[in-house]
């Protein structure tokens, strides 16, 4: 089992940036492809970006992103810390939702929310026009 905890939403004017942490415990972290997905009111979770497992795979450090956030956010992750970051700039309005730190075992990159095992609860990020 891996538990996932986010922190770091917030409300933030549009083109501003912000910050969210995933805090994993449990199982080996290194070992698992992590991914940020989001969902807004009355629509599906939508994939955001992911980072490949850092367990000694030769794509240490391998990212990728929906085109939607591509060049304003920046995934990241720390093994000595078991912690993925999710960097968001340039927000706009459109970005508000309630954003979902994840952990997939299947080929990276996966970018269906079906493809991960473990979610954390959830953070909401909002952000004013």
């Known amino acids: 089992q891996v538990q996932l905890v986010e922190s770091g939403g917030g409300l933030v004017q549009a083109g501003g940036s912000l910050g969210l942490s995933c805090a994993a415990s449990?199982?080996?972290?290194?070992?698992?492809?992590m991914g940020w997905f989001r969902q807004a009111p009355g629509k599906e979770r939508e994939f955001v970006a992911a980072?490949?497992?850092?367990?000694?795979?030769?794509?240490?450090?391998?990212?990728y992103y929906a085109d939607s956030v591509k060049g304003r956010f920046t995934i990241s992750r720390d093994g000595a810390k078991n912690t993925v970051y999710l960097q968001m700039n340039s927000l706009k309005p459109e970005d508000t939702a309630v954003y979902y730190c994840?952990?997939?075992?299947?080929?990276?990159?996966?970018?269906?929310?079906?493809?991960?095992?473990?979610w954390g609860q959830g953070t909401q990020v909002s952000v004013s026009a």
């Open positions: 449990g199982r080996s972290f290194s070992s698992l492809h």
């Open positions: 994840a952990a997939s075992n299947v080929p990276f990159p996966a970018t269906n929310a079906a493809e991960y095992d473990y």
């Open positions: 980072i490949v497992r850092s367990d000694g795979t030769t794509y240490y450090g391998t990212t």
